[in-house]
């Protein structure tokens, strides 16, 4: 066979896809993993603490699971996602046929633009800071991307899609809810797609996020506007891939038409556990006074060493600086034996800033500050 026969005639992956920035962390990972107290890894915002245990007890009592699960998703949990946004974020208007359970937010977000038919002579427009999925849903397509926070910026041309990020992965910048109308207006009047990541919504220290599907910022209508929101970091549901896309009934509809033909479907029991999640509020009051306590102590330790933390008003991050190049600032971490995400992994506006994860355990946490206020 012909060395340029098959999918690479047409390009590797590696060619058509950004390089995978952790990556670029080994060598950095390896110093600080040397510490003799081990390390302190603050690089992932990965949760850590138990699963709640009304999840669990949900998940165990749906084990018997022998049939197919339809992709559209039980009405059960499709309900209990309307009643969450209402009950806790003040969305209205919002039915279960505007619903549809994902396998995970990233799955959805990197597969997106395919799911929408986007390609070669479409535009995506993502935040200037922002997790680098958005910029890989759209090279995989072959679309071009542009990352900005100024849509404006764009001149006439019009994006098919438009990224959100609030609260922001990796800053916790929030957009206050007369800056989410404007970009509606913008979207609506040029019939750009308008898709909110918003799975910090839940994680927030010193303002109140509000959701894109919340008629204050929408006038009451969901029409262009898609929401995305995980339960990865709310309920310590990382493990179950339980995630969930709402809003326009019609772009809604499309991706299950789509989803169908894949086979992308989220498994029974968790569906019956994402459900579980949803209807109970304790566990979430709880998990974020725990990060609130990890939060003030780490903050107040990067201070105390020099650091500077901007926007980080929500989400599970310190976004931090020396006011140097983000290599060095995590290389002199590094050798404390703590590690941490380059604020470069997000786009040149994060040269400067470094990402702090607040989600290790209490003890690890402990460590870091004792490093840090040594």
């Not at 950004?18 to 081990?38: E, K």
């Not at 049939?67 to 919002?94: C, I, K, M, N």
């Not at 209508?221 to 310590?236: D, M, P, T, W, Y």
Request: charged letters at 20%; one cysteine or more; glycine letters at 10%.
């Amino acid at each position: 066979m012909s060395d340029t026969a098959g999918p690479g005639a047409r390009g590797t992956v590696s060619a058509r896809l950004p390089d995978f920035p952790w990556d670029a962390l080994t060598g950095h990972a390896a110093r600080a993993r040397a510490h003799p107290d081990g390390v302190v890894d603050l690089s992932i915002g990965t949760p850590v603490d138990p699963t709640p245990e009304v999840v669990r007890r949900a998940l165990a009592g749906a084990t018997d699971s022998p049939g197919y699960p339809t992709t559209v998703g039980l009405e059960r949990t499709r309900q209990a996602v309307v009643d969450w946004l209402a009950r806790r974020h003040g969305v209205s208007g919002l039915g279960t046929d505007q619903v549809l359970p994902s396998i995970g937010s990233k799955e959805l977000i990197g597969a997106l633009p395919l799911h929408l038919g986007l390609g070669a002579g479409h535009l995506i427009a993502y935040p200037a800071l922002a997790y680098p999925t958005y910029e890989v849903g759209a090279a995989l397509v072959g679309a071009r991307a542009v990352a900005t926070d100024s849509l404006t910026s764009l001149g006439p041309e019009t994006p098919a899609l438009v990224w959100l990020n609030s609260p922001s992965n990796p800053s916790g910048r929030v957009l206050p809810p007369e800056h989410l109308r404007k970009v509606v207006d913008w979207c609506r009047e040029r019939g750009a797609l308008l898709v909110s990541d918003e799975c910090y919504l839940e994680c927030a220290w010193e303002t109140t996020p509000v959701s894109v599907l919340h008629p204050d910022v929408n006038g009451g209508s969901l029409e262009g506007i898609l929401a995305v929101h995980s339960l990865s970091k709310r309920s310590n549901l990382a493990g179950y891939r339980a995630a969930f896309v709402a809003g326009d009934t019609a772009v809604v509809a499309e991706l299950l038409a789509v989803r169908k033909n894949l086979g992308l479907i989220m498994p029974g029991p968790v569906q019956v556990a994402m459900a579980a999640a949803l209807d109970d509020d304790d566990h979430v009051v709880a998990q974020h006074a725990v990060y609130a306590a990890r939060r003030a102590r780490l903050r107040e330790a990067l201070l105390h060493a020099g650091f500077r933390v901007d926007h980080s008003e929500a989400s599970l991050y310190l976004w931090s600086t020396r006011d140097e190049d983000c290599w060095d600032t995590v290389s002199w971490l590094a050798e404390r034996g703590i590690l941490v995400a380059p604020g470069a992994f997000y786009g040149v506006a994060g040269r400067q800033h470094v990402r702090v994860a607040f989600t290790a355990t209490d003890e690890r946490v402990d460590a870091a500050v004792e490093r840090l206020t040594r």
